[in-house]
């Protein structure tokens, strides 16, 4: 059962533009989400966290948006660049239990200059 | 000055051999993983050890022994490597096991098993 799913696999988006990553979960006790970036050969990078006392957070060009009631968040790139080709993973914990992160598996993001 | 570094970045072996994969981070970090990114692209989490000390166990057959030789390393040997090891291993660390912690990954061991 996979907790954590990123249900788009690809994304094209203009140079400039906005690109969207949405993640959805469905363990209603997770509390804190990473995003992360990947580019081939190397490892995962952190990218901006929110935790559930939030609805929003935002670094630089990089916004991340929560809603609870839908168990819902999603990544905001404004403006995309073709450096940002990648690929993007969600990640949730919950502060009770086991502390792990579940990976979502993965949008890949193609910049189109 | 590589933050977490695992070796080797590839490894092509026959099943049945024996293998390692050995972690070093340079972070002063209390916590480190031991995550598995299969060919559907799960990364799923195997260890985890808070000052050599094990603390996640997922259900990962015993012939995978993490071993932690002081909080700076964190090793992973495979015994009897089957065909369904294939798959990328990914070291990580965290300062500590603080709920929201972001995790500093290696760049990950690209395993064959053939």
């Known amino acids: 059962d996979q907790q954590v799913k990123q249900n788009s696999p690809s994304l094209s988006v203009q140079e400039g533009r906005i690109s969207i990553l949405n993640c959805d979960y469905t363990?209603?006790?997770?509390?804190?989400f990473l995003w992360y970036k990947k580019y081939p050969a190397e490892g995962p990078t952190f990218l901006i966290s929110?935790?559930?006392?939030?609805d929003k957070n935002e670094d630089g060009r990089f916004t991340v948006f929560l809603n609870k009631s839908a168990k819902h968040l999603s990544l905001h790139i404004v403006p995309s660049q073709p450096g940002d080709s990648a690929v993007y993973f969600c990640?949730?914990?919950?502060?009770?239990?086991?502390?792990?992160?579940?990976f979502g598996t993965g949008t890949r993001l193609k910049v189109l200059a | 000055d590589t933050a977490v570094s695992q070796t080797p970045k590839y490894l092509v072996t026959q099943m049945g051999n024996d293998k390692s994969i050995k972690c070093e981070q340079n972070?002063?970090?209390?916590?480190m993983y031991w995550y598995k990114q299969d060919s559907k692209k799960f990364l799923k989490i195997m260890f985890s050890?808070?000052?050599?000390?094990?603390?996640i166990n997922e259900t990962v057959p015993n012939r995978f022994s993490p071993k932690s030789p002081d909080k700076a390393h964190l090793n992973l040997h495979i015994n009897s490597l089957e065909l369904g090891d294939s798959a990328v291993y990914f070291c990580?660390?965290?300062?500590?096991?603080?709920?929201?912690?972001?995790?500093?990954f290696g760049s990950g061991t690209q395993l064959s098993v053939l």
């Open positions: 990580a660390s965290s300062q500590d096991m603080t709920p929201g912690q972001k995790l500093f």
């Open positions: 363990n209603s006790m997770f509390d804190y």
């Open positions: 929110i935790s559930s006392i939030k």
């Open positions: 990640a949730a914990s919950a502060t009770s239990g086991t502390y792990k992160y579940i």
């Open positions: 972070l002063g970090h209390d916590t």
């Open positions: 050890y808070n000052n050599k000390e094990l603390i």
